[in-house]
Structure formats: structure tokens, C-alpha cells
């Protein structure tokens, strides 16, 4: 499949050195750009659903921007309608009216789709799994998006990553916990593979939506919960109700978002089309981890020293005790089934390359320049 790509680099020519072909797009031969650039672009209109509220922080903003990027690269060609979760269907629906075509586009998170597939959450985030970096470098070089592509087909979408909320912070809790002890029972909103780890170790995970987490962080109904990092948790007013905010995250270490566009849609794009979506896409991705690492220092700061929020280290017990039920959780799903299987050793595989590579660069690098920096 890398091969492919290489090949595919290479047929491009003139425009072999652009993201959209190095991120593996499946852009055909380069001689339909010529006839793409000579003819003009058709005038389309777009729908575009999302898994997010309107105006979302970071990420309904992100989906905004995505449809805007589209419209403007295309000169106005392309006019993409965003329609926030509610709007014209649920978000957990944005799936479905994509793949039958009552949507052209969907802007949200991979791993919402698990219902559809138990891979589908490696497109996101899986706990202890790949930072942005990684997730980027193994779908556009490792074989990544070619196994996204196959499992997306398989529901008629075109799949692209579109943003990345990089590092994900613990989560907000009540009272502090020094040990797994101390998690039994405790209510903590966490949905996903993260969730079912946290269940795994005796703690009783729930999945709330985005919008009822606040009222229910208020209420007592849940002791601790994970949203994002500390921007868009500032945003929600967290530390409102639970002033202990834990690091690292184990449970998102690169929260991915992506966009998938109905398949039967894109089979009958022009290569110039096709360039201009898969660029949006790659722009919004650029955009918004650079926008989570700025937002998220600013917000840091404010937490801490105007709202008193104490920030405390995960323990290691419990980082411990989830690392062994995770690496139990994600066989299972690996064994579910073939396209899982293949989805997982290919993940395995260069999270081994890339992690090895981490540990003598960032992960050495990070430790020893605050002696120059004062960090
Ligand atoms: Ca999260």
C-alpha cells in the first residue's frame, strides 16, 4: 500500500511534492488535473452535517472552517451548508445520512461510529495509544489510510482527518485519588474505550453527551468527568464544581477528528475537486493543532492561577492498572474481526516504529530543554 502511494507520488509530477498527494489521497492520474484546470469547476452545493454543537469550541469551529476552506479554494464552486448536530440530523446520525447521500459530507470523530465497527476508534483515539503526530505519519505512510479507506468503503464514505485536539488531560474530579482503591465505584463520564477500561478496573464509567456534563458534574450525578484539555474545558466551567484536574490523559492521547464524504459522491469528483476537499481537510488539520497547542497554554495558565484549580500526576498504580486493561480491551476488539484485525496489527506495527523513534527524540528532547527555557 506504501508502495502504491510512493508510485502514486511519483505519477503526480508537477504536484507530487503537495500535501493532499502525500497524505495518500486517492487522486487518480495526474492527467485529470489538466482537464480539471481547463474545464472549470461545476458548480455544487454541499451538505455538511456534524457531531457538533454550533459554534463549538475547536471543534464545531473546526467543521466551520473546513466547509469554509472548501468553498474558497473552489472559488465559490463548492458552497458547503454546515448543519450543527440537531440541525438537520443527530450527530450520532451524521453517519448514516452521509452514507446513504442525504448528506454529502460529515465533519465529527471516527470513534463515534463504533457501532458500525469496532476498528473504527483508531481513526480516533485508543488509550495509551498514538500522539497527533503518530496518527498522522501512520495513515498518510503506514498503511493507515488505505485501511481507513477499505473499512469506510465497506459503508459507502471517503474518509480524511480533518483536526486533532492532540493530548487529552484525565479529567475534573470532586475528590482526589491517590490509588485504584480509591476509583471503585465512583461515577466518571469517559464514553469509549476509555470508558470500558475505567469499568474494567472498578470505577463506573458513563457516556454523557457533550452538553450534559456540566449539569451533571453539578448535580452530584457523576464524581469526576474527561472532556478535552484545558481550553475547551475552561469553556465549559469545570472547575466550577471539581477542582482537581489530572494528568496525563491515558484514554485520548490524540484525539483525531475526521471528515467522510458519500463515497458514490466522490467516485465522480474531478482530480481538482477531489485536491480542493482533501486540502480543506489537511488545512483544518494544520489549523487546529496549532490552535489546541496555543489555546491550551493560555487556558492552563488561567485555570491554575485565577481559578485555584489544583492540577495533580495520575498515580502510578492507576496508570499501571489501566495499561494492563487496555492492552486486554484492545485484543478483544483486534480478535472481533478480520478488517479489525488487520486495522489493529498495522497500528501495533507503527506505533512500535514511531514509538521507539519518540523515546530517543521528543521523549528524551522534552525532558532536558526546560534547563534552558525555565519550564
Ligand atoms: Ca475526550
Known sequence: MVEMNRRRLLAGGAIAGTAGLAAGCDCGPATDLSAGAAGGLAERELKMVTTWPKDFPGLGTMAERTAQFITEMSGGAMRV?????????????????????????????????????KAYPFFTAVPFGMTATEIMAWTAFGG?????????????????????????????????????????????????????????????AVALSGGEIYQALQSG????????????????????????????????????????????LWNGLTLQEKSIIDGACQRANHLSIAEYG??????????????????????????????????????????????????????????RRSGEWSRISDEAYMATRRRVFDL
Not at 468503503?153 to 475534573?172: D, E, L, R, Y
Open 144 to 204: 493507515g489510510q488505505e485501511l481507513w479507506d477499505e473499512l469506510a468503503a465497506g459503508f459507502n464514505i471517503k474518509p480524511f482527518i480533518a483536526g486533532n485536539t492532540g493530548h487529552q488531560m484525565g479529567g475534573w474530579f470532586k475528590r482526589p485519588f491517590d490509588s485504584v482503591e480509591d476509583l471503585r465505584g465512583r461515577k466518571i463520564r469517559m464514553p469509549g474505550i476509555g470508558g470500558e477500561v475505567l469499568r474494567r478496573i472498578g470505577a463506573s
Open 221 to 264: 450525578a457523576i464524581d469526576g468527568t474527561e472532556w478535552v484539555g484545558p481550553w475547551n474545558d475552561l469553556a465549559f466551567g469545570f472547575y466550577r464544581e471539581a477542582k482537581y484536574y489530572y494528568w496525563p490523559g491515558f484514554h485520548e492521547p490524540g484525539a483525531q477528528l475526521g471528515v467522510g464524504v458519500n463515497l458514490d
Open 81 to 117: 451548508k454546515v448543519f450543527a448536530a440537531g440541525e438537520l440530523v443527530s450527530a450520532f446520525e451524521s453517519f448514516d445520512a452521509v452514507a446513504t447521500g442525504a448528506a454529502d459530507i460529515y465533519h465529527g470523530a471516527e470513534y463515534y461510529w463504533v457501532g458500525k465497527s
Open 294 to 351: 496555543h489555546f491550551n497554554g493560555i487556558a492552563l495558565e488561567q485555570l491554575v492561577n485565577d481559578h485555584d484549580v489544583q492540577l495533580r500526576q495520575m498515580p502510578e498504580d492507576v496508570m499501571a492498572a489501566l495499561a494492563r486493561e487496555t492492552k486486554i480491551v484492545l485484543e478483544e476488539i483486534g480478535a472481533s474481526d478480520d478488517i479489525s484485525r488487520r486495522i489493529f496489527e498495522s497500528y501495533k506495527e507503527a506505533i
